[in-house]
């Protein structure tokens, strides 16, 4: 192994991981993104596809046997402090303070952040600018 790797050297065979040559760099990140998007597309419509949609005949014996969901059931300042007591103590880019931080100023972040909650349980609304994330793809294989 060690002496392909010289050769490999000598010869200036780089081993960082190729990027697909068919595509100019700069187009790279939409190339990706198209690919991401159809995917869903593809999963979605596959989904559709197997959905059986219940006869007149049959809905009798699908019918929900459970507790309806109603509606939710305001939190505590104090349930909101346990939950950030296992958040993990990791920091995402969109984060707006690092979760130390936050962690640091639970006493007087937790209010705000009960008072959030319950107006989204209340209303069914989330704030739009909550609704981010940032998508990191793990390549499995080389793009041909």
């Known amino acids: 192994k060690e002496l392909y790797r010289l050769t490999n050297n000598l010869l200036g065979k780089c081993t960082?991981?190729?990027?697909p040559s068919v595509y100019p760099t700069d187009q790279l990140p939409?190339?990706?993104?198209?690919?991401?998007?159809?995917?869903?597309r593809q999963i979605r419509d596959s989904i559709d596809r197997q959905v059986v949609h219940p006869s007149s005949h049959s809905v009798s014996e699908r019918r929900f046997s459970g507790t309806?969901?109603?509606?939710?059931?305001?939190?505590?300042?104090?349930?909101v402090l346990k939950?950030?007591?296992?958040?993990?103590?990791?920091?995402?880019?969109?984060?707006?303070?690092?979760?130390?931080?936050?962690?640091?100023c639970s006493d007087?972040?937790?209010?705000?952040l009960t008072t959030i909650?319950?107006?989204s349980l209340a209303t069914g609304i989330f704030p739009s600018?909550?609704?981010s994330a940032?998508?990191?793809?793990?390549?499995?294989?080389?793009?041909?």
């Open 108 to 112: 007087q972040v937790v209010p705000l």
């Open 16 to 19: 960082s991981t190729p990027l």
């Open 30 to 40: 939409q190339v990706f993104s198209d690919f991401f998007v159809s995917k869903v």
């Open 83 to 104: 939950c950030m007591k296992k958040m993990s103590p990791k920091t995402c880019v969109l984060d707006p303070i690092p979760t130390s931080l936050l962690f640091e």
């Open 134 to 144: 940032v998508v990191k793809p793990l390549l499995k294989k080389t793009l041909t």
């Open 129 to 131: 600018c909550m609704k």
């Open 68 to 79: 309806p969901l109603c509606g939710f059931e305001t939190v505590t300042q104090e349930a």
């Open 117 to 119: 909650v319950n107006q």
